[in-house]
């Protein structure tokens, strides 16, 4: 889920002051101020809330205290752990309690996810709607994620041309860069030293989901077809998905020169590129997305298995894992039985209050009696779910506050919050430390009203607030009984009665 961001910002010592798009202007400064460099870059402000194309969130990062020493023995643990991290014993052991690998693993590649929102063009007025705004080269760079270790090697679109007319957005200007397509994610390659690292070179693939409101989940054709109907080889043609799932990723509009191909030519064809480029390495492909985009990363994974494309020319077989935030239902028990006998990992991450995770199929799943999904299981309605799922809880975090709002309960950067805080099953929830938690109102209002959010960069400088306790507070100010003498010496030069 993603809609039009908030003006939040903040100032962290050691980082860059970040600014935040906003439908209203920016508001005066609240005092009068001579400084040169606050005034010119209160000007920028004020000239990015006015902008055709919308400024985007970068990242916002929380100051870290880790040692060289403790940052080389993490590297060491992953490069020496990544398999199990990517479930090769399906996180057996790592979920409860909750490893700290793993987790940061995890909020690694929502960050990547949230790339995909940060930098789209929501504006309907731009011609270049529906689009990245920024080129893949840059794209890292421009959301401050330069941290990630990872290069763009391509970009991915869909065509708007499907019965899921809430998953696209559409410009109202003439002059538009596509009439027919939609940026839906990019594929990108970790460096030679985040490789190092990581133990491995990793390729992933990271999906967007909707970005407008949730009303794809009632536009799902919520019947199952065949995907051999989409030249997905597969030998058992019981083995179905969602159709409008599969719409999303296979169609394409020939006159269109960003979806002349359609999202899965596109994977696929990056896909046997990578392979070929990197012949003698230890390789990872790992997918990722979100909503509807996390039903793009599980078909996707499981496609490229199954179309041999994650074997080496030695033949070797790369491993594939899903990591998926919100993910619905993607395909019946035989596309269940076929992706996890296929090798594929997925881990999904779902907060048991979000309504997404549960469609569609919420008569007939996973959940029922084995002997009624046998009866079931060629029904165009009987959905499965896939893999092995963390299930997170938005009530366990004191930091968020009580609401009947479905978009908070869906929202990206809640979920990664969550996993900041989770720990395991009934267990304590507590911050690592990792995440500034102003990230989750930076499209929403989920944040407990308390915990003070400077709206933008010059308000948390001018009233000098300060991170406390993972919350953004005035500093304390001094009062009458912290010096009595002084502030009734002020008040009588102003012609005020101390007790007034």
């Given at each position: 889920?993603?809609?039009?961001?908030?003006i939040?910002?903040?100032?962290?010592?050691?980082?860059?002051?970040?600014?935040?798009?906003?439908e209203?202007?920016?508001?005066?400064?609240?005092?009068?101020?001579?400084?040169?460099?606050?005034?010119e870059?209160?000007?920028?402000?004020?000239?990015a809330?006015?902008?055709?194309?919308?400024?985007?969130?970068?990242?916002?990062l929380?100051?870290?205290?880790e040692?060289?020493?403790?940052q080389?023995?993490?590297?060491?643990?992953?490069s020496?752990y990544?398999r199990?991290i990517?479930?090769e014993?399906?996180?057996?052991?790592?979920?409860?309690p909750?490893?700290?690998l793993?987790?940061?693993e995890?909020?690694?590649y929502?960050?990547?996810?949230?790339?995909?929102y940060?930098?789209f063009?929501?504006?309907?007025?731009?011609?270049?709607?529906?689009?990245?705004?920024y080129?893949?080269?840059?794209?890292?760079?421009?959301?401050g994620?330069?941290?990630?270790g990872?290069?763009?090697?391509r970009?991915?679109?869909?065509?708007?041309?499907?019965?899921?007319?809430?998953?696209?957005?559409?410009?109202?200007?003439s002059?538009?860069?596509?009439?027919s397509?939609?940026?839906i994610?990019?594929?990108?390659v970790?460096?030679?030293?985040t490789?190092?690292k990581?133990?491995?070179?990793?390729?992933?693939?990271a999906?967007?989901?909707?970005v407008?409101?949730l009303?794809w989940?009632?536009?799902?054709l919520?019947?199952?077809k065949?995907?051999?109907?989409?030249?997905?080889?597969?030998?058992?043609?019981t083995v179905?998905v969602?159709?409008g799932?599969?719409?999303?990723?296979?169609?394409?509009?020939?006159?269109?020169?960003?979806?002349?191909?359609?999202?899965?030519?596109?994977?696929?064809?990056?896909?046997?590129s990578?392979?070929?480029?990197?012949p003698?390495?230890e390789?990872?492909?790992?997918?990722?997305?979100?909503?509807?985009?996390?039903?793009?990363?599980v078909?996707?994974?499981y496609?490229?298995?199954?179309?041999?494309?994650?074997?080496?020319?030695?033949?070797?077989?790369?491993?594939?894992?899903?990591?998926?935030?919100?993910g619905p239902r993607?395909g019946?028990?035989?596309?269940?039985?076929?992706?996890?006998?296929?090798?594929?990992?997925?881990?999904?991450?779902?907060?048991?209050?979000?309504?997404?995770p549960?469609?569609?199929g919420?008569?007939?799943n996973?959940?029922?009696?084995?002997?009624?999904?046998?009866l079931?299981?060629?029904l165009p309605?009987?959905y499965?779910?896939v893999?092995?799922?963390?299930?997170?809880?938005?009530?366990?975090?004191?930091?968020?506050?009580?609401?009947?709002?479905?978009?908070?309960?869906?929202?990206?950067?809640?979920?990664?919050?969550l996993?900041d805080?989770?720990?395991?099953?009934?267990?304590?929830?507590?911050?690592?430390d990792?995440?500034?938690?102003?990230?989750?109102?930076?499209?929403?209002?989920f944040?407990?009203?308390?915990?003070?959010v400077?709206?933008?960069?010059?308000?948390?400088?001018?009233?000098?607030?300060?991170?406390?306790d993972?919350?953004?507070?005035e500093?304390?100010?001094?009062?009458?009984?912290?010096?009595p003498s002084?502030?009734?010496?002020?008040?009588?030069?102003?012609?005020?009665d101390?007790?007034?």
């Amino acid at each position: 889920m993603a809609i039009p961001l908030p003006i939040i910002a903040s100032s962290l010592k050691g980082h860059s002051s970040f600014t935040f798009p906003s439908e209203k202007p920016a508001p005066p400064p609240l005092l009068t101020q001579n400084n040169n460099r606050f005034q010119e870059r209160l000007k920028k402000l004020e000239l990015a809330t006015r902008r055709t194309l919308p400024v985007v969130l970068t990242r916002v990062l929380s100051e870290r205290n880790e040692s060289t020493a403790q940052q080389e023995e993490e590297k060491k643990k992953l490069s020496q752990y990544w398999r199990e991290i990517h479930g090769e014993n399906n996180w057996s052991g790592y979920l409860d309690p909750m490893d700290p690998l793993l987790r940061s693993e995890l909020i690694r590649y929502g960050d990547m996810v949230q790339a995909c929102y940060d930098s789209f063009n929501y504006d309907p007025y731009s011609q270049y709607c529906g689009s990245c705004n920024y080129s893949p080269r840059t794209l890292f760079e421009s959301l401050g994620l330069t941290f990630l270790g990872y290069e763009v090697s391509r970009y991915l679109y869909a065509t708007a041309d499907i019965k899921l007319p809430n998953f696209f957005k559409n410009p109202i200007s003439s002059k538009v860069w596509s009439r027919s397509a939609n940026w839906i994610g990019y594929v990108c390659v970790s460096n030679d030293e985040t490789s190092a690292k990581l133990g491995r070179r990793d390729i992933a693939i990271a999906w967007r989901g909707t970005v407008t409101r949730l009303e794809w989940v009632a536009d799902l054709l919520d019947y199952l077809k065949p995907v051999t109907s989409a030249k997905i080889p597969c030998p058992d043609p019981t083995v179905t998905v969602e159709s409008g799932f599969l719409d999303v990723y296979t169609n394409k509009d020939k006159d269109c020169r960003f979806c002349k191909y359609s999202a899965r030519e596109q994977v696929l064809t990056e896909m046997r590129s990578l392979m070929l480029k990197y012949p003698n390495e230890e390789l990872s492909i790992t997918v990722t997305g979100h909503s509807l985009g996390a039903a793009l990363a599980v078909l996707s994974a499981y496609d490229i298995v199954e179309s041999g494309l994650n074997k080496t020319e030695d033949g070797r077989t790369v491993p594939v894992t899903v990591f998926s935030f919100a993910g619905p239902r993607v395909g019946n028990v035989r596309f269940k039985n076929r992706v996890e006998g296929l090798g594929v990992k997925v881990l999904r991450v779902v907060n048991v209050n979000d309504d997404v995770p549960k469609v569609p199929g919420m008569i007939l799943n996973e959940n029922d009696p084995t002997f009624l999904q046998k009866l079931t299981d060629k029904l165009p309605w009987s959905y499965s779910h896939v893999g092995v799922e963390l299930a997170l809880n938005n009530k366990h975090s004191p930091y968020l506050k009580e609401t009947n709002d479905p978009l908070d309960f869906h929202n990206l950067e809640a979920y990664l919050h969550l996993l900041d805080g989770y720990q395991g099953k009934d267990k304590k929830f507590k911050l690592s430390d990792d995440r500034d938690i102003a990230l989750v109102n930076k499209s929403s209002d989920f944040l407990n009203n308390e915990l003070v959010v400077p709206p933008s960069w010059w308000q948390a400088a001018y009233k000098g607030m300060v991170k406390k306790d993972g919350r953004w507070v005035e500093p304390e100010r001094p009062t009458m009984e912290d010096h009595p003498s002084e502030m009734a010496h002020h008040m009588k030069q102003l012609g005020l009665d101390s007790d007034s």
